[in-house]
Structure formats: structure tokens, C-alpha cells
């Protein structure tokens, strides 16, 4: 990716003979090209459900020149032995402009990059850019950034309405997706999950209690009601799932 690149940019600029495109294991500067800033999907974790995913990213590069070719790729594991890569739709450049910011466009497919949930968690972005000059500098580690699994929440409240005082039983459950299958699957068990509720005319919400889910992802709490409201699960993710939360449900406490 490196070399090819590199030697497609400067073709039919200027001769190659003042670059030796570097190997593909250490960051590499030649002159007063730099890549200045790098930032992944606006510098929020990409979450990956079950579709097709685009992330684009945002290559800040200047040179006293102006730029002829700027591009990134995405991969996990490391530089050198990079298990997945994502190539960018399209590269960045020529353009005369001494700083220039380059947004790359990348897709990700479930099934395929990233294959399974083993790829969740820390990737890293890499990146070069060339000069018209042939000064260039390449990045093995531009920046890094968290690909999560989409998680879902639902919630489920019994008996409605409910007598004051009586017991009120909230059930529901979290689910991650799959990559490997395209489908979502039931949390593991033990994740937590907070209850929360939000009274009748408040736009607040408070935690009731915390839940760890069940096979499957399961959850279930009873309590006491008093008070008409709106019930929820909140998940608050993990470094390889993002969080979720639930729809509302209404109860209203009679008597």
C-alpha cells in the first residue's frame, strides 16, 4: 500500500530519484512535509452494527509546496502485523494550498473488516502525505481510535397499572451485534445495567438500582411502585460495545 502509493503520487510530477520510498515498519520525514493532525469520526468511537459502516477521517498535512497526494488506511493489530486493513475510497490531492485537511472516506462491513468480535476494541489509523516536490512523510501510528459493537436495550414493565405500594416487576434485556453472523446476540452474562426512571412530568432521570444481566443478556428487578413514571434500562457500554439505552415504559400507579 505504502510503496505503490507513494510511487503513484509522484509519478508525472518529479523524477523519484530524490525519494527512496521508505519500508514499511518505522515512521519516515523527508524535508518539510507533516502531517499535523489526524482525527477518526470526529474524534468519537465508531460503533458497527450489523450493516455497512462509513468513517471518515480527517488528514491535517502541510508543506511550503502545497500537497500532491495525501491518504490514510485503517487497520487492527500492528503496523507490521496488521490482521485487517480498510483502504480509503478515494486519496486526497493535488492541491497548491500549503495546509490542506484531507476528510478519507473508509466502509466498514461486518462479516468481513472487521470480520468477528475479536476485532473490536483499539484500531489504528496510518497515513502519509507527498509533496510536489517528492518531500513526503509517513505515519505506521497517525492516530487510534475505538471500533465498538452497536448494542441494543429493551425494557418491559408488569402488572399495568400497578396499586401503590404493590410490586412492580421490570424486565428486558441487552443485545450486541454479531459480526461473524449479521445478526444481534444476547449480552454476556454479568454485565451491568442501570434501572432508571423518570417521573411523570420530569424530563430527569434517575438510577433506581443496578442489574447484572442474565444468560443471554436477561434482566429482570422487582420493587415496590408509588409514583407514576417512565422506566428504562441504561447500558453504559464497554471497551468493545457501545452503550444503549432503552425505550420508555409508562407505568401508572393506581390507588
Known sequence: MRISSAVAAACGVIALSALTVPAAHADEKFGDTDITGVVVNGGNPVVVGTGMRTVTVAVTATDPSGLQQIDATLYHGTFAAQDTAVASAKVCGPTADTTTTCTLTFTLAPGTAPANDSLAGGWSVSAYA??????????????????????????????????????????????????????????????????????AGSSTYCTVKTVLTGAGGALSTSFRAYTDGYYRWSYAGSATTAAANSADSFVNVVG
Open 130 to 199: 507527498i509533496a510536489p516536490d517528492s518531500d513526503a512523510v509517513f505515519l505506521d501510528t497517525a492516530a487510534t481510535f475505538n471500533v465498538l459493537r452497536d448494542s441494543q436495550a429493551s425494557v418491559a414493565t408488569s402488572p399495568k397499572p400497578v396499586k401503590r405500594g404493590r410490586v412492580l416487576t421490570v424486565t428486558g434485556g441487552v443485545t450486541n451485534a454479531d459480526w461473524a453472523t449479521g445478526a444481534f446476540a444476547g449480552a454476556t452474562a454479568g454485565q451491568s445495567v442501570a434501572l432508571q426512571f423518570r417521573p
